[in-house]
Nanobody
Framework: QVQLVESGGGLVQPGGSLRLSCAAS????????MRWFRQAPGKERELVAT???????IYADSVKGRFTIHRDNAKNTVILQMNSLKPEDTAVYYC???????????WGRGTQVTVSS
């Protein structure tokens, strides 16, 4: 059974930091591209950051220079370090895995991030 479990969300003031973690099980982690999406109320789901199975990284323009994604293949974990948070970063953040060959995708249930003073 595949599971992606996000953690690390919460309430933070503008300018603050949060570290999101996604623990994967039931997949061959190093064959999967890992992605973080977010969805704010009333908005479409947005791709925030991607790290490929070969450590290629892409960020959304809105988070470049503030967010960092990295993966630990030994721990089957992908991390999203979020710095200099803004109110517009408020959303539910989702972890997703996409198999590099067969493109099968999996999703976590999400973790809420709220940036507010």
């Amino acid at each position: 059974q595949v599971q992606l479990v996000e953690s690390g969300g919460g309430l933070v003031q503008p300018g603050g930091s949060l570290r999101l973690s996604c623990a994967a099980s039931g997949i061959i982690f190093n064959l999967n591209h890992m992605r973080w999406f977010r969805q704010a109320p009333g908005k479409e789901r947005e791709l925030v950051a991607t790290i490929s199975n070969r450590d290629g990284i892409i960020y959304a323009d809105s988070v470049k220079g503030r967010f960092t994604i990295h993966r630990d293949n030994a721990k089957n974990t992908v991390i999203l370090q979020m710095n200099s948070l803004k109110p517009e970063d408020t959303a539910v953040y989702y972890c997703s895995a996409v198999h590099s060959l067969n493109k099968q995708s999996y999703w976590g249930r999400g973790t809420q991030v709220t940036v507010s003073s």
